[in-house]
């Protein structure tokens, strides 16, 4: 079992900043990776960033490439994600996510084995 949970969340203004953490416990030792996805009202979840558990590999979605930053502290069994220049349609539920297996592919739901409660963050143009 490995337990998520997200803070940071929360209201700012377009072109602001906003950090999200992650925080792992449990059976951190066996994760793979981890992601973070986004849902906004009425629309299917989106994945936006993974990191490997070492740091060393990440991959960002276009709609959020230049902008965010994922990143992680071992040490912590934390990962980090950091938005810059939010656009209101970044508004959204944001969850992380961590993957205990091999996955074809990193950047769908599925290949993942936990999930966190969500933090809501919200973009007021």
């Known amino acids: 079992q490995v337990q998520l949970v997200e803070s940071g969340g929360g209201l700012v203004q377009a072109g602001g900043s906003l950090t999200l953490s992650c925080a792992a416990s449990?059976?951190?030792?066996?994760?793979?990776?981890m992601a973070w996805f986004r849902q906004a009202p009425g629309k299917e979840r989106e994945f936006v960033a993974f990191?490997?558990?070492?740091?060393?590999?990440?991959f960002y979605a276009d709609s959020v490439k230049g902008r965010f930053t994922i990143s992680s502290d071992n040490a912590r069994n934390t990962v980090y994600l950091q938005m810059n220049s939010l656009k209101p349609e970044d508004t959204a539920v944001y969850s992380c996510a961590a993957n205990l297996r091999v996955a074809a592919s990193l950047r769908y739901g599925r290949s993942y084995d936990y999930w966190g409660q969500g933090t809501q963050d919200t973009v007021s143009s």
């Open positions: 990191i490997n558990w070492s740091g060393d590999t990440t």
């Open positions: 449990g059976r951190t030792f066996s994760t793979n990776a």
